[in-house]
């Protein structure tokens, strides 16, 4: 049965920019984890993400598993690979052995020891970071200890070949001085920002001092700068690259909350890319989800960023409790400093907004329906569904070449005919949401995550994609247990690389 669309008209609004600042705290966002892409080598716009470990031209989908049980250690942490095909990504029990990967500090050849707490996955990104044409995987693993330093945090990189991800050369790394507390890894991203390289760069992000640069250099992984902090002190932090201002570099976005708004705006650092590297250029309005792509079809990467709650300009300064995704559009300058605002209360959409719904709490951008303007998936974990407090649900709406409209809309939750399953109190469906075309017919599928789901061992969905908008027939779910990890307490789905 196919999912109901409905139309709108477009809305529009605006933010105050405010000063920023970057000092990090702990913690951690309603059901959210840090999450960002990158380009091809050479490529910066967000269409061209690096996610083709074996480079055979499909893309490939890594999900963390930070709250995974590994050899009895709880929260010792995993990453699940799952590989693109003509038929899309599968698990161990639809496809070939060897299309699906795990890994954690345990297996042979990743450096570490998988121990109680590491929660190795809570950052995954890709991106080509030695230009051999093949994409690399990167995983933060905030609270590994170095030695009496508790959770300093630590990098791995595995790196791509025509096999996939192998761990015969592999790289681990942490802080130049490991700080108690400081959680190198909180989130990663890789995208090429200068001209210095043609390869992609790494951008790590922790708790004490903030951005971290890294270029691949004779065999090396190399520290190159650290970008200037701004100020805002945060408890949770994301990363997002495109080219907004299409110059021919990545640009980086850095977001996430403070306790200066009561941890319910949130802010965004955007930093330009060119080449003497990264500098920061202004402040930005929202700061939970964060994704890139462009909506518009103008050749401008598009900035999407989510928001707890605050007030709807576009719907005459409305409060709108359950959240609210700001889009802001790219042009010669980056993205600009107004934004056109959505809540569930903008015309056309689903729902009535209530104070715990996170509508925003993780967004993804990608080319659903094949029309080369690329839409926009928000994930509302603290939805209702008939009834079912918590239960999750996921809004798509449309790009055009006038932005983002409500014309085509889809609303979607497990009890729309088709979904396996049913929603259930507290479940978080669409707690982390993904558009990945892994089947390579120009059309993005959706990953729909639901980490409390089945009391907190989590579950994953993919709907399938066609020129009308996402597909429910067809779709299907799996657990951590279906590729091989473990699955009790995992929260699976709680980390998906975007």
């Not at 995208?191 to 951005?211: C, I, K, S, Y």
């Not at 939970?288 to 079809?297: E, K, M, P």
């Not at 889009?327 to 056109?340: L, M, R, W």
């Not at 259930?424 to 993904?434: P, S, T």
Request: one cysteine or more.
């Amino acid at each position: 049965m196919s999912i109901t669309a409905r139309t709108t008209r477009r809305t529009a609004g605006s933010a105050a920019i405010a000063a920023a600042s970057f000092l990090l705290l702990a913690g951690a966002g309603i059901l959210a984890a840090p999450s960002a892409f990158a380009g091809v080598p050479g490529g910066t716009a967000a269409v061209d993400r690096n996610d083709d470990f074996d480079g055979d031209g499909y893309a490939d989908l890594a999900t963390g598993v930070p709250g995974g049980t590994v050899d009895g250690k709880e929260g010792a942490g995993y990453v699940t690979v799952q590989y693109g095909a003509p038929n899309g990504i599968g698990t161990n029990t639809t496809v070939p052995k060897g299309e699906v990967q795990l890994l954690s500090q345990s297996s042979k050849g990743v450096p570490g020891t998988s121990e109680t707490g590491d929660r190795f996955g809570q950052a995954v990104a890709s991106g080509d970071l030695d230009g051999d044409g093949f994409d690399d995987l990167v995983v933060g693993a905030p609270g590994e200890d170095e030695g009496t330093t508790e959770d300093a945090g630590r990098v791995t990189v595995l790196y791509g070949s025509k096999t996939g991800l192998g761990t015969e050369r592999t790289a681990s790394f942490t802080a130049a001085t490991p700080t108690a507390g400081a959680r190198f890894g909180l989130a990663v991203t890789a995208a090429r920002f200068t001209g210095d390289t043609v390869a992609d760069q790494l951008v790590v992000l922790d708790q004490r001092t903030g951005l971290h640069v890294f270029t691949y250099h004779a065999g090396v992984l190399r520290q190159v700068g650290t970008p200037r902090s701004t100020g805002h002190t945060l408890q949770s932090a994301y990363l997002t690259t495109g080219d907004y201002d299409q110059d021919g570099f990545a640009d980086l976005v850095v977001s996430g909350y403070s306790p200066d708004d009561d941890y319910a705006k949130g802010w965004s650092a955007y930093y330009v890319g060119g080449d003497e590297g990264l500098s920061f250029r202004r402040d930005l309005h929202g700061g939970l989800g964060t994704a890139s792509g462009d909506i518009n079809g103008d050749g401008y990467d598009d900035l999407v960023l989510g928001q707890r709650s605050g007030v709807d300009e576009a719907a005459g300064d409305a409060e709108a409790p359950g959240g609210l995704v700001a889009v802001y559009y790219g042009g010669e300058d980056g993205p600009g400093t107004t934004a056109q605002w959505w809540s569930q209360k903008s015309p056309g959409l689903i729902g009535s907004p209530g104070t715990h719904d996170s509508w925003g709490n993780d967004v993804s951008v990608a080319d659903v329906d094949g029309d080369g303007c690329a839409d926009l998936a928000v994930g509302g974990p603290g939805e209702d569904a008939d009834g079912e407090q918590g239960a999750g649900a996921v809004s798509l709406l449309r790009g055009s070449s006038e932005g983002l409209t409500a014309t085509g809309y889809q609303h979607i939750d497990q009890n729309t005919p088709g979904i396996p399953g049913a929603a259930e109190a507290g479940d978080g469906w669409g707690a982390q949401v993904r558009l990945i075309d892994t089947d390579g017919d120009g059309r993005a599928e959706l990953v729909a995550a639901a980490p409390e789901e089945n009391a907190g061992d989590g579950a994953v969905w993919i709907l399938p994609a066609s020129g009308t908008g996402l597909r429910a027939e067809g779709s299907r779910s799996y657990g951590a247990a279906a590729l091989g990890g473990a699955g009790h307490g995992a929260r699976f789905g709680s980390v998906v690389d975007e």
